[in-house]
């Protein structure tokens, strides 16, 4: 089975602040890795996907993220926060199937407050 | 290139009633996932449909059923309504190809499904 563990709910920033949004899986076949962000009265929205290519992956919004096996971690990062970024951000991990999309299976999600 | 759109926007209904929660699948995309939020967590996957035919289930009771249809648009209905049911329901569609080891599954806005 999957899963991913994205640890507390909230985190708050200043604008212009390093964002870290920390995400751990666990999988037992090499797993495929997202980052979900989702504005009020919204739908998801990817920002960035490991799919088993370059470690580093950039997303959309100036968004990174880090793919460490040995940590069995995917945190997303983001070198200064705007006021736009304030959003919810959810961790997601599927894994590899032929012929298609797999099931996504999502962490419980991170509110992320931008203070000016 | 139209985006995946989902109606009604919110619903409240009462227990016992049965709903029934659309999706208009992104153009040329032939598999649709739909997934529940509720208040406070990430998505859960219910089902998927491919080619008119489920593709998987994740653990939800029998009562939630679902149906696509050869223009690709889908439904989701939930008999018996249940107080825990109220969430906010997410469809996402994707194109499945032969031969592919992953297809991004592109989210509509949701239907936020409120039961009394």
């Known amino acids: 089975a999957q899963s991913v563990t994205q640890l507390g709910s909230h985190v708050s920033v200043s604008e212009g602040a390093l964002v870290l949004l920390r995400c751990n899986y666990s999988s037992s076949v090499p797993p495929y890795l997202f980052w979900y962000v989702q504005y009020p009265n919204q739908g998801l929205q990817l920002l960035l996907k490991?799919?088993?290519?370059?470690?580093l992956v950039k997303g959309i919004n100036g968004f990174e993220a880090e793919f460490k096996k040995s940590e069995t971690s995917f945190h997303l990062t983001k070198p200064s926060a705007h006021m736009s970024d304030a959003a919810e951000y959810f961790c997601a991990v599927s894994r590899l199937r032929q012929g298609g999309s797999e099931k996504l299976v999502f962490g419980k999600g991170m509110k992320l407050t931008v203070n000016p | 290139e139209t985006g995946v759109t989902q109606s009604p926007t919110h619903l409240i209904k009462t227990r016992g009633q049965q709903v029934t929660l659309r999706c208009s699948s992104q153009s040329g995309h032939n598999t649709v996932s739909w997934y529940q939020q509720a208040l406070g967590q990430g998505p859960q996957f219910i089902f998927q449909?491919?080619?008119?035919?489920?593709?998987g289930r994740g653990n939800f009771p029998p009562r939630f059923s679902g149906l696509q249809f050869p223009n690709y648009s889908s439904e989701l209905n939930v008999n018996a309504l249940e107080l825990d049911d109220s969430a906010l329901y997410l469809c996402?569609?994707?194109?499945?190809?032969?031969?592919?080891?992953?297809?991004?599954?592109?989210f509509g806005p949701g239907t936020r499904l409120t039961v009394l």
């Open positions: 996402a569609s994707s194109l499945e190809l032969a031969g592919s080891t992953y297809n991004e599954q592109f």
């Open positions: 449909y491919y080619r008119e035919e489920e593709n």
């Open positions: 490991y799919t088993s290519a370059a470690t």
